[in-house]
């Protein structure tokens, strides 16, 4: 990054952005990611220059032996960021999935659903996404959501869980009613093809709780 911005970039802050140009393609260049860790996201101003880019990119990380692969899904899940279709959807809002402090109640200005988030609060949410330790061998990153249950009964289930090398434990979250989303809770969650593993809900993040890796 540093070879294709310059200083520059190397001194964005967390989740600080800038517009550039490089080899005067348009540019939005944030420090933003998806993993948790020291990240950066380049945005296209000009859809049809995307080869350039691409190539551009490429060829100044060449002397880092860079690659192209996916976001990590094992570092996200460690660093409690969320992903869209899977952990969240249309049916959620931002108290039952713990982004309520991206909500500015102290906004005079109406906007679109704000009368709706004040009502969600005064009353409380009936369900929450939760932290959760799945005991026993590795699993695989599920495809689908899991079955939670407490005493046979189902009550929620996993969104997302994979096993975290660094922690040695599979984690994920579990959106469970609101009683049942407190640390020490113990459940069972129904892995497809390997049947009912005990687990239970914990603090999230997993990792770097105030985000030190990334702003570092």
């Excluded at 691409?54 to 460690?78: C, F, H």
């Excluded at 713990?98 to 679109?112: H, N, P, Q, R, W």
């Excluded at 659903?113 to 005064?122: A, D, M, N, W």
Aim: charged content about 25%; hydrophobic content about 40%.
């Amino acid at each position: 990054m540093q070879a294709l911005f310059g200083d520059a970039v190397t001194k964005l802050r967390y989740y600080w952005f800038l517009e550039t140009k490089l080899d005067g393609i348009p540019l939005v260049v944030t420090r933003t990611g998806w993993t948790g860790e020291v990240g950066y996201e380049v945005y296209l101003r000009d859809g049809s220059r995307g080869d350039e880019l691409w190539e551009r990119i490429m060829e100044a990380g060449k002397p880092s032996n860079i690659r192209p692969t996916g976001p990590s899904d094992i570092r996200r899940v460690e660093a409690g960021i969320l992903n869209w279709g899977a952990d969240m959807t249309l049916e959620n809002n931002v108290y039952e999935v713990g982004l309520d402090y991206l909500v500015d109640e102290g906004k005079t200005a109406d906007y679109i659903g704000s009368v709706s988030l004040k009502r969600i609060k005064s009353e409380g949410v009936k369900r929450r996404l939760a932290g959760v330790e799945i005991e026993g061998p590795r699993i695989e990153m599920n495809a689908a959501a899991w079955p939670v249950a407490v005493g046979g009964e189902t009550i929620g289930r996993v969104t997302s869980a994979v096993y975290s090398p660094r922690l040695e434990k599979n984690i994920g979250y579990a959106m469970l009613p609101s009683a049942k989303a407190i640390a020490g809770t113990a459940l069972q969650v129904r892995v497809p093809g390997v049947g009912a593993r005990r687990a239970t809900v914990v603090p999230k993040p997993f990792i770097d709780p105030r985000k030190e890796i990334p702003k570092a």
